[in-house]
């Protein structure tokens, strides 16, 4: 048996007339570039998350950036974020200028410790970016608690947690405003690059559109210079089909994941992912930790299971931050995870058989 990490075809195959017909809507009315498309899957999207705003904008990195340049972020300033993400989160911090602030991740849920959160905040310090990895939020009442306390922006990348819950409430609603990415592997996937920002904030939604459109709402109005970043037409019509189904997917997910505990229990070389109560985990991946890593890794490929590392060096160890100025034991917990680690297939389609092989071949590794 065959075990892709995760496998796009099988959901294309599930939608294919739909989509099919999407696109080609798409190109025989050339709404290429903004049009209705785009509109309905803004509309659309502001709905589902209850929020009066969302900005489609051309992928999950640039929407981080937009959101932190208009709100003022830059020279500087610091922004605090987690040592254990994708570099968008931190890239796009220094992007604007300011200094990013790494914190360490807790010992269980590979999220932002919360709770070293407070030590690292300075007069700089403009905004805290918790990062939801994998599908698991942060510690939201505590990361807001201190947002309040300390007069900051709560900025959330959401890229890896569509409809993830913290005690009911949606990821991406805590703060002035919430970033989402549907590159094409993420739980809600574009067929390119596509990203969006939500926020309640009049003001921050008129400026990040305009930021995202050359600095300006009508042609040839530039009230500001900009980027350009804007989500297109055929990612918008594909993302409106995919709205239909992302619920039951997410679901599949949670369902997955929950089998995977159940017959990953009681292997006592591995981990499997811990939940804070009242939480929505939804399982952008799943992520267990395991004695000798690699030597799993190996021996699951050799049984054609495929699996992956998110991510194989925390942040503030790539040659990009060779230079920051925080010491080591600022991300001890961080470094430590990223040698145990270890994503195993994750996706709505996977089958239960494709669970079982899975779980029959961890076991057998340390078996042996
Ligand atoms: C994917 C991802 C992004 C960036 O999204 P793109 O659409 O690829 O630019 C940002 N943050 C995290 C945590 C991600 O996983």
């Not at 993302?239 to 089998?259: C, E, F, H, P, Q």
């Not at 985990?281 to 021996?299: C, M, P, Q």
Request: aromatic fraction near 10%; include cysteine; proline fraction near 2%.
């Amino acid at each position: 048996m065959k075990v892709p990490f995760i496998d796009l075809k099988a959901q294309y195959q599930s939608i294919k007339t739909e989509i099919d017909t999407a696109i080609s809507n798409v190109i025989s009315e050339t709404a290429f570039i903004g049009g209705k498309y785009v509109e309905d899957f803004e509309y659309e999207f502001a709905k589902l998350y209850g929020v009066k705003h969302c900005i489609g904008v051309g992928n999950g990195t640039d929407s981080l950036y937009i959101i932190m340049k208009m709100l003022g972020i830059g020279s500087g300033d610091e922004v605090i974020t987690t040592a254990h993400s994708w570099i968008s989160s931190s890239e796009t911090i220094s992007q604007t200028g300011a200094n990013v602030v790494f914190v360490d991740t807790d010992s269980e849920h590979f999220v932002i410790n919360a709770e070293l959160i407070e030590s690292k905040i300075t007069s700089k310090t403009k905004a805290i970016m918790p990062v939801h990895l994998y599908g698991q939020m942060c510690n939201m009442d505590k990361i807001v608690a201190i947002c309040k306390k300390h007069r900051l922006y709560l900025i959330e990348d959401c890229a890896q947690s569509h409809f993830s819950e913290w005690k009911g409430k949606r990821a991406g609603t805590f703060g002035i405003a919430g970033s989402f990415s549907f590159y094409p592997g993420k739980n809600l996937g574009a067929y390119g690059d596509a990203g969006c920002i939500i926020t309640n904030d009049d003001e921050l939604a008129i400026k990040c559109k305009m930021y995202a459109r050359h600095g300006g709402l009508k042609k040839h109005q530039h009230t500001i210079e900009g980027i350009n970043s804007r989500l297109d037409g055929l990612q918008a019509a594909i993302l409106n089909v995919k709205l239909k189904y992302i619920l039951d997917w997410t679901s599949s997910r949670i369902s997955n994941a929950a089998y995977y505990d159940e017959i990953l229990r009681n292997i006592t070389q591995i981990t499997t992912p811990k939940r804070f109560e009242n939480t929505l985990h939804t399982y952008h991946l799943y992520v267990i930790k395991a004695e000798n890593r690699d030597g799993l890794s190996a021996f699951l490929k050799s049984k054609g299971i495929d699996t992956a590392i998110h991510y194989p060096i925390a942040l503030p160890e790539l040659e990009a931050y060779e230079n920051i100025k925080q010491p080591a034991i600022d991300f001890v917990q961080a470094v430590e995870n990223q040698k145990k680690i270890l994503s195993i297939p994750m996706f709505p389609e996977l089958k239960k058989e494709m669970m079982d092989f899975i779980g029959m071949s961890i076991r057998e590794f340390y078996q042996n």
